[in-house]
Structures are given as structure tokens and as C-alpha cells.
């Protein structure tokens, strides 16, 4: 992990798992070349909206462009927090949708052990930022963490 993309994303994610009690995320090249072609594809088409990838979790952000830190990013996922309440997927939500915390729950997901995220400026003025999981998280019955 040269970069310091990569490590700021790991970190951010890391602060949210080390809060809850999960082993540490590592970061995945592999999973950051297939973010980046999705990312690529929703930037390209002025979308926001997930790709349905088999055998990974997902969460994408979008904000203006230039104007967020890769930790803001990553907050605004660990911000569902304040909605989460511990128990089995996906019954998790004091809201009652687990929709309201399934980035967050995705970030803490205990078997989670890899993350690899990417983004493109787009011509539009907005950044779209992609993380994808391994293994991935939000499975009915289990437990978050």
C-alpha cells in the first residue's frame, strides 16, 4: 500500500472497526482496479448507483469535486453509526431500514478483511468514490460484528 490514498482510506476505515472491536482492514489493489472501472463507468455516464458486483459488498459516495478528504468520505458512511443498533442483519437500524446504517455496517463487518476504493472527477463537478469489500458484509441472519 504505497500511496496515501489508500492509507487514508484504510485509516478511516480502521478508526470505525478499532471502535467496535474488528480485526483491522487491509487494502486490496485488486479490489481498487475494479472500483476504478466502475467508477470510470458512473463518472463516464453522470450516474450514481451500484454495481450489483457478485461476491463483494460496495458503498460509492458522491460530493463535489475537490471539496472533500478521502476521510470526510469515508465518515459520511461511518456517520450512520448514530442510526445503528447491534443485533442480526438485517435488523440493525433504530429507523427500522437497514438501508440507513448499510455503509456503515458494511465499513465495521467483522468478516470483512480487504477494502479497495477508487474515484473520478467527473465533467459534471462531482467526485464518485467506489470501495469495494471482500469478503462482503450485510448478510441476512449474521451478525454485524
Known amino acids: 500500500m504505497a500511496n496515501s490514498m489508500a492509507q487514508e482510506i484504510v485509516a478511516a476505515h480502521n478508526k470505525y472497526r478499532a471502535e467496535v472491536g474488528v480485526p483491522p482492514i487491509?487494502?486490496?489493489d485488486e479490489l481498487a482496479s475494479q472500483a476504478q472501472e466502475w467508477a470510470n463507468y458512473l463518472s463516464a455516464n453522470h450516474l450514481f448507483e451500484h454495481s450489483g458486483a457478485k461476491g463483494e459488498g460496495e458503498n460509492i459516495w458522491m460530493g463535489t469535486s475537490r471539496a472533500y478528504s478521502f476521510t470526510q468520505m469515508i465518515d459520511s458512511f461511518g456517520s450512520e453509526k448514530q442510526h445503528f443498533i447491534k443485533?442480526?442483519?438485517?435488523?440493525?437500524?433504530?429507523?427500522?431500514n437497514w438501508a440507513d446504517v448499510g455503509h456503515y455496517t458494511q465499513v465495521?463487518?467483522?468478516?470483512?478483511?480487504?477494502?479497495g476504493c477508487a474515484g473520478v472527477d467527473g465533467s459534471d463537478g462531482n467526485y464518485r468514490l467506489v470501495c469495494r469489500y471482500s469478503p462482503p458484509g450485510n448478510f441476512l441472519g449474521q451478525q454485524v460484528y
Open 26 to 28: 487491509e487494502w486490496s
Open 87 to 96: 443485533g442480526v442483519f438485517p435488523n440493525v437500524s433504530n429507523t427500522g
Open 108 to 115: 465495521v463487518w467483522r468478516n470483512t478483511t480487504q477494502v
